[in-house]
């Protein structure tokens, strides 16, 4: 089993619906959980993180972490156009832990 | 300030050529990691150093692929004779530990390799 699991997608949403993302993971002693954005032709950059369990909202995304399911899930409420990027989930703390990334378009 | 440089940027490369790729890191980040990317197989994790601590190679594909960082600063990954299935985007990221919060990697443009 791989340390993170992740969907590569594509998914295809119409603007304005909500978007849920997704990561399972193995390593029970994960502490810290992120998002990475990764808009085309180039580098990810760090959307958001949680600590430990719960929920953590940022604007239109919204972090959540289950940590007795192992399962992460990022909420894009209202979705643009310009949401349409590569997520990647991550995890770990010093040496980080990425998914394969799910792409996603959101169609106008 | 500037931000995590790689160079070349694009490199096309005849098979069994070797290749060697550069990247600087942000000045005073400890962690280095290589990655590649393709649109097949997402981001895959390839070496990690942390410091003077001895890299983590777990995830080189063969043994044709090695990676070294000079100083605790600029690393070079090196591919020798180079195959087809080599072709991808390589992207090189650094870390700073976030006050109260984990590491953030920050990326690079990344190299496009294409192997003809």
């Known amino acids: 089993q791989k340390e993170v699991e992740q969907d590569p997608g594509p998914l295809s949403v119409p603007e304005g619906a909500i978007v849920s993302l997704n990561c399972t993971y193995s390593n029970s002693a994960f502490q810290y959980f992120m998002w990475y954005r990764q808009y085309s032709r180039k580098g990810p950059e760090l959307l958001m993180y949680?600590?430990?369990?719960g929920n953590k909202e940022d604007g239109r995304f919204t972090a959540q972490v289950d940590k007795s399911s192992k399962y992460i899930s990022l909420f894009i409420r209202d979705s643009q156009p310009s949401d349409s990027a590569t997520y990647l989930c991550a995890m770990g703390d010093d040496k980080i832990i990425f998914g394969k990334g799910t792409r996603l378009h959101i169609l106008p | 300030g500037a931000g995590v440089s790689q160079s070349p940027s694009n490199k096309v490369t005849e098979k069994g050529k070797d290749v060697e790729l550069r990247c600087d890191p942000i000045s005073g980040h400890t962690a280095l990691y290589w990655y590649r990317q393709s649109l097949g197989q997402g981001l895959e994790f390839l070496i990690y150093?942390?410091?003077?601590?001895?890299?983590?190679k777990s995830g080189l594909p063969s043994d044709r692929f090695s990676a070294e960082r000079t100083g605790g600063s600029v690393s070079t990954l090196t591919i020798q004779r180079t195959q087809q299935e080599d072709s991808a985007v390589y992207l090189c990221a650094s870390s700073r530990r976030l006050a109260g919060g984990p590491y953030e990697q920050y990326f690079g443009p990344g190299t496009r390799l294409t192997v003809t």
């Open positions: 150093f942390q410091g003077n601590s001895a890299p983590d």
């Open positions: 949680t600590y430990s369990s």
